[in-house]
């Protein structure tokens, strides 16, 4: 009887840990999106593929942008819960937005709460989302903590949530200003005047982003010598 009793709860226990490896929270830096060949028709699988891209001590001067990419990993018409909190609360200013890939407005930026109740699109088993935050000049040099949490019902793992902790390091260094020029700006907020200002900082015009012709590993060398892509 004893026997068959641990067989039971062996099984079961398989079961909920398969339940809850399907749940998976990515964090990448905006090289994710420069690197996909047409920002038009970005997926999942193409997203996942990023792991170079993966981000979790980005060091960031004072006035310098901060873009990242969150990918929820579920089951097609999963509904979940997507929190980013920080700590101290409220240190640096963060909008978040959501992208809805297929669909006929891809590049649009929806903007959404920093705590969100969701659910995966029917025919897709990921959802994306996009942090952006700009560092105040007048932050002091230090250390935050910045961290998405997403939860799913019946998940194990910490009664429910699974967490993506990360550092932010602000530096002593102020950011050297920029232009962009006029003729780059969208006439909406969307990805691409998004990615277009990014593009400005690393040197480059929205022509870059235009004819697909961003070198993202040259980018991301740049990057991780600053420290900004670790």
């Given at each position: 009887?004893?026997?068959?009793?641990?067989?039971?709860?062996?099984?079961?226990?398989?079961?909920?840990?398969?339940?809850?490896?399907?749940?998976e929270?990515f964090?990448?830096?905006?090289?994710?999106?420069?690197?996909?060949?047409?920002?038009s028709?970005?997926?999942?699988?193409?997203?996942l593929?990023?792991?170079?891209y993966?981000?979790?001590?980005?060091?960031?001067?004072?006035?310098?942008?901060?873009?990242?990419?969150v990918?929820?990993?579920?089951?097609?018409?999963?509904?979940?819960?997507?929190e980013?909190?920080?700590?101290?609360?409220?240190?640096?200013?963060?909008?978040?937005?959501?992208l809805?890939?297929?669909?006929?407005?891809?590049?649009?930026?929806?903007?959404?709460s920093?705590?969100?109740r969701?659910r995966?699109?029917?025919?897709?088993?990921?959802?994306?989302?996009?942090?952006d935050?700009?560092?105040?000049?007048?932050?002091?040099?230090?250390?935050?903590?910045l961290?998405?949490?997403?939860?799913?019902?019946?998940?194990?793992s910490?009664?429910?949530?699974?967490?993506y902790?990360?550092?932010?390091?602000?530096?002593?260094?102020?950011?050297?200003?920029?232009?962009?020029?006029?003729?780059?700006?969208?006439s909406?907020?969307?990805?691409?005047?998004?990615?277009?200002?990014?593009?400005?900082?690393?040197?480059?015009?929205?022509?870059?982003?235009?004819e697909?012709k961003?070198?993202?590993?040259?980018i991301l060398?740049r990057?991780?010598?600053?420290?900004k892509?670790?």
């Open positions: 009887m004893n026997a068959m009793r641990y067989q039971l709860i062996l099984v079961l226990t398989l079961i909920l840990n398969t339940k809850s490896s399907a749940q929270l964090v990448f830096s905006d090289l994710a999106l420069f690197a996909q060949k047409d920002l028709k970005i997926d999942c699988d193409s997203l593929a990023s792991k170079e993966e981000v979790l001590s980005p060091a960031l001067e004072r006035g310098d942008f901060l873009t990242l990419l990918v929820v990993k579920l089951q097609a018409g999963q509904a979940f819960l997507l980013t909190g920080q700590y101290p609360n409220g240190a640096l200013p963060l909008r978040s937005f959501r809805f890939p297929g669909t006929d407005t891809p590049l649009e930026l929806i903007p959404v920093n705590s969100l969701g995966t699109v029917e025919n897709q088993r990921c959802a994306v989302f996009v942090l935050a700009q560092v105040p000049k007048d932050m002091p040099e230090g250390r935050l903590k961290e998405p949490a997403l939860w799913v019902s019946g998940s194990l910490q009664r429910g949530w699974l967490r902790p990360m550092e932010i390091r602000i530096l002593q260094k102020e950011a050297d200003p920029f232009e962009i020029q006029p003729a780059c700006f969208a909406h907020f969307t990805l691409n005047r998004l990615l277009i200002r990014n593009l400005r900082r690393e040197g480059l015009d929205c022509h870059s982003l235009i697909g961003v070198d993202t590993q040259t060398s990057r991780r010598l600053r420290g892509n670790k």
